[in-house]
Structure formats: C-alpha cells, structure tokens
C-alpha cells in the first residue's frame, strides 16, 4: 500500500484560527496513525496579503502543540521547495500544457470589460460566471497577443454540460451538474498560480495521498478533479472537515469573540486541553471517552468517525476540560505558570505563593480568572455585613460579633504563625467555649477576606495574610460589627 501522505497547507495570515489548527491536527493524527507522513506547504501565492512573521506563527503554535512536521519549508524533504512563492516557476509549463491538450486556455479580458459583464449579468437577476469570451481566439490570434505582450490570465475549461461526481470520506457521494462550475483562472496576471491551481500541482507532485481541508473547497474540489483528469494524475482521496462553530448560527471567529490560538494560549488555556478540546469537535472516538494525550488520539484517531454536521465549540466544555487539565497538572508547573497571574496583584505582598499554588491549583478554571479571585488578599474587598449571616454554620452579626472577641485574643497570643499552629490555638479555643466551629469559622473568614467564598478556609487565608495584616483585618471587621451592634 502506498505510503499515507497528508499535508497542512497554510496561507500565512499571521494568526491560527482554532479551524485551522484542527485541519492540522487531523493531518498529524491520520499520518501518524498510518506510519505515514505529515507536510507542511505554505501557501503564499497571494503576495498582496503577506504578513511578516506569519510563517513563524505557524511553526511556533504547531511546534508547540506537539505536531511536528516530517516535511516542510524549514526542514527541506524530498519534494521541496515547500513555500509556494519558491515554486512560483514550475506551475506555467503545467498551465501551458493544459493549453496545449485544449483543457485549459489563455483570456485576455481586463478588468474592466469583466466588471462590465459581471454587472450587466448582475443587473438581470444572474450570477456572473466567465462567459468563454477567449475560448474563441484562434491560435494566431492568441499569439498575437501574447507576442504583443498582452497581459493574461489562463483558464480553465469547464465543461458545460453533464455532471461530476466524486466521492469524499466525510461527505460520501457529491454531485455537482458542470454548468455550475466557472472557468477558474490557473495562473494570474502577474504569473502566479491561484491556489486553485497550485494546491492540485502541489498535492500531485508532493504525492499527497489524503486532502483534509475545510469544507468551503467542497464545491471547487469538481474542477480540481478535472485538473487531475486532464493531466491524468491520480485523484487523491477527499476529506472536508465540517466548519468550526462558536453555536448553531455563528462560525467561530474573530468578529464574535476569540479564534485565534494566541487568544487561548494569553488568556490562560492549557494547549493540551486546547488540543484535547478541538480534537472533540468534529470527531468522537466512538466510545465516551473525553480525555486524550497526544499519543492516545494518534491510537484512536479514524478518519471514518469525523462527523459531518458541523462541531461546536462550547466555551464552558472547554472550561471544564482545561479546569480538568489544570487539576491534573504537577504542583510545580502550575506553581511556575500561575506565578505571573498573582504577581499581577499581589507582587510586593510577601505572599507564600507555593501555599497559595496547592490551594487554587484545584479552583483555577483558566489562568487569566486567577488574579481576581486571589486579589483579597493584597487588598481587604468592601464587604456587606450580611455575608455574616448563615443559616447552616449558625452565624449572624451577633454571633460573629461574639466570635471574633473570642478569636482575637486566641490569635493574638500566637506567636509562630503557622497554619498548624492557628489551627490547634484556635480550635482549641472554640472547644473550650462550647461554640459549634461553623459558628467561629465562617466569621472568622468574612472577617479576614471580606468573601464568602475563598481559597482555603480561615487558617489558610490567616497564614497566607500573615500576623500583621490578618489582625489588622480582624480589628477593623470588629470595629464594624460593633458600629452596627
Ligand atoms: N491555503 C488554504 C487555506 O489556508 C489551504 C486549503 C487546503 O488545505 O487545500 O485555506
């Protein structure tokens, strides 16, 4: 069996759509699974939209999401070059030779004389379609022009009537009648190939076996197969991936929130979640199975199970699983990739960050929501006296009141502010006093980080304020139940 060859073939925009990075992964994973190869083609025959650095952008995030390349720009192979610009030569003699066996033709219209016919086409109620004006220039007279030096594009020929059908893994069976499809241009005015044309002579010659490619070439892939027919090259097998969406109506992208890896990747997502995420969307393992390493999706990945209604991308479902991730995560790595996220509150506070990493690693949702919930901390938060109020732990104004005076010496006389050490003090004490602890407890918290929801309980909070702050904190939340009193 011939060997698996798929490529992912980018235009360098300068940012990876979450789509994009799908396509590309699916790539890796099908070549992988089959002991094939996976190519990296960048696809920069559109000059007028390059962007500096946008070829590094695709490198990097791929790189860094695990999916190495075993051919590509950076890299060589042995069906190089693997930038489109660098192949800028070799796709006119292919475009003449389409010429040549009356697949393909040169056209002459300029700008001007098509818009003219677009609108007048336009105006009836139709769709422009090229109209075969220079199909017929006698061979002379297209010779004539080109000797003159007349600028021109080539054409496909479509046939115009009839059907083409071809056969795609996710779709099935498509049929498209040929008076639908328009006669593209191959090579442009300024001797480029369209990517139309170059993506057929690129997947040809780099002996790509399988396309996956986003659903939108769909209704182009019919003149791509009558490329391959005239040439008489083997078709390679078709794979459109459904589009990615943000929910039923709206595609994910930019105009209508993050779609961009960068946005993920900055606001605090894990990229294996990322990655474990978006493998999900458009593909099932066929069993309910949500949590995958790299290597374990090269194992289950099945072309055979992407599914072809599009895929949502659910924000809270990837919540979950990059709160799952971040869970799971070593003590450690989190300790090193929280760290800026609290210093951007709480630099200069000598604070146990190490204590405050193992109580929050559970609680993190995505890295960028951190600073808020750990901000208490270097700033004691407005609070309402009500939030003394609980039902279950016993507690109102009053009983806090009560409490806190029985606290404050307790804490007072400790003199090595461990967490242990507050601990036993305290716990000690309200034995003693015959309260319930919820009663003491709960108070005592409120009363340190103005929140009715913390990470970590009293003890912790207390510890991670230190001596100084947490009886400064207390002092002033007695003062304040004593003015209400
Ligand atoms: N350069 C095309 C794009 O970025 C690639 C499509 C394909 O994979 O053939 O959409």
């Not at 610009?85 to 070799?90: E, F, G, H, I, Q």
């Not at 991670?464 to 939340?477: I, N, P, Q, V």
């Amino acid at each position: 069996m011939k060997e698996v060859r798929t490529r992912f073939a980018p235009s360098p925009t300068g940012f990876m759509h979450l789509g994009g990075l799908r396509t590309a992964l699916y790539n890796y994973l099908y070549a992988k699974k089959n002991g094939g190869k996976f190519i990296l083609r960048i696809e920069d025959t559109d000059q007028e939209r390059f962007v500096e650095g946008a070829t590094e952008v695709i490198y990097d995030t791929l790189r860094s999401c695990g999916m190495d390349w075993d051919e590509g720009p950076d890299i060589g192979g042995n069906y190089g070059p693997y930038v489109q610009s660098d192949r800028k030569d070799l796709y006119l003699p292919y475009a003449k030779e389409l010429v040549e066996k009356g697949a393909a033709y040169y056209c002459f219209c300029t700008k001007e004389e098509l818009d003219e016919r677009r609108a007048a086409c336009e105006a009836k109620g139709e769709v422009f379609k090229y109209d075969k004006h220079c199909l017929s220039l006698s061979k002379e007279e297209v010779q004539a022009k080109l000797d003159a030096g007349v600028p021109y594009v080539i054409r496909l020929n479509c046939p115009t009537t009839g059907e083409t059908t071809y056969e795609d893994v996710v779709f099935g069976k498509l049929t498209f009648p040929n008076d639908t499809l328009d006669d593209m241009v191959l090579i442009k005015q300024d001797g480029m190939p369209t990517y139309n044309f170059a993506n057929v002579i690129d997947d040809h010659l780099m002996d790509i076996t399988h396309v996956m490619r986003g659903m939108e070439y769909l209704s182009s892939t019919p003149k791509y197969n009558l490329l391959y027919n005239a040439f008489g090259w083997e078709i390679p097998q078709y794979v459109h991936l459904t589009t990615v969406m943000r929910d039923a109506q709206h595609k994910l992208s930019k105009r209508h929130g993050d779609a961009y890896y960068s946005d993920f990747i900055e606001k605090g997502y894990l990229k294996e979640a990322l990655i474990n995420y978006l493998a999900l969307v458009g593909w099932n393992p066929g069993d309910d199975r949500e949590f995958f390493t790299m290597d374990e999706l090269v194992e289950v990945f099945d072309i055979h199970r992407l599914n072809n209604s599009p895929g949502i991308f659910d924000m809270n479902k990837l919540d979950w699983m990059n709160t799952q991730y971040i869970a799971k995560m070593d003590p450690e790595k989190y300790l090193e990739m929280v760290t800026p996220w609290f210093d951007k509150v709480l630099a200069g506070k000598n604070i146990d960050y190490k204590r405050l990493a193992e109580l929050m690693q559970g609680r993190t949702e995505v890295f960028n929501r951190v600073p808020d919930m750990v901000a208490f901390l270097a700033e004691m938060p407005e609070y309402d006296l009500e939030l003394y109020t609980h039902k279950k732990m016993k507690t109102n104004p009053e009983v806090a009141k009560e409490s806190l005076e029985l606290v404050l010496p307790v804490l007072e006389g400790i003199s090595d502010w461990t967490e242990s050490n507050l601990h036993d003090a305290v716990m000690e004490a309200i034995a003693a006093s015959g309260k319930k602890n919820g009663a003491v407890l709960w108070p005592l918290r409120i009363a340190i980080s103005g929140l009715a929801s913390t990470p970590g309980g009293a003890f912790e909070i207390a510890y991670l304020l230190g001596r100084e702050e947490t009886m400064l904190r207390l002092k002033k939340s007695m003062e304040k139940l004593a003015e209400n009193a």
